[in-house]
């Protein structure tokens, strides 16, 4: 199944109960789901397995970082295990990046492979402590290039670099944006944010949206609204 929503909702849960309870309100139709480190550990593949049996495409977020082989091994991993999208950071450079993507391109597997630049947590402040000092920008599109020029499909963002993204790598490159917020939500702990229709006109290919949706009282009303300011745009 090839699901045309651009939206991703965030299954950040401490169990696969309560991640598959969740599942159970969304329609695989309509969204795509991800998969992040805190359910991924507690409950281990089992979760995937239930969640393609329920039929989503799944996006498993390890956002792997480590020396080329084993991130290769773990890339090759999560394919075997037939997600639709799977992620490493950028920041584990070019050697790293291409074991991936020869590891899959090796096994024919169609998993998409992408690239976290900058957390959308960070700002300014945050990325001149760890030695970044050019700013959020210019670090997205230094990395977003490295993983293009590595054959990756496309990179984590914010929405508010997908712009720029589009214009100096290409319309095609995959722009996987976290940090959405209608208008009417909190930011939590989200920095670079953006509303759903901004981001999409921005230049985002898909929109990974957690707890506006998951902790709404009635969450596919808050995804239907997001999906009717999308289709305003
Ligand atoms: O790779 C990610 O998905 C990711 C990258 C990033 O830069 N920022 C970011 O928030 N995420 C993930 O996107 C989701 C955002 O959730 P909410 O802030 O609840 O909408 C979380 O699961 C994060 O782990």
Redesign the pocket.
Known sequence: MSVASPLII?L?YTSQDAALCMADRLDPSRCRV?V??ELFTRSGPGVLEALHGRGFEV?L?L?FHDIPNTVAGAVEAAADQGVWMV?LHASGGRRMMEAARERLDQHRLATHLIA???????QEEDLAETGVTGGAAEQVLRLATLADECGLDGV???SHEAAHLSERIGADFLK?T????PASALA???RRIMTPSAAMAAGSTHL????????ASDPMQALASIEQELAGI
């Open positions: 965030a950040d991800k992040g480190k996006f977020d956002k992620n976290v630049t900058v957390l959308t947590s960070m984590v963002c914010s996987v976290p940090g959405i917020r939590d702990d989200q990974v949206v957690g707890r506006p949706v998951t902790q």
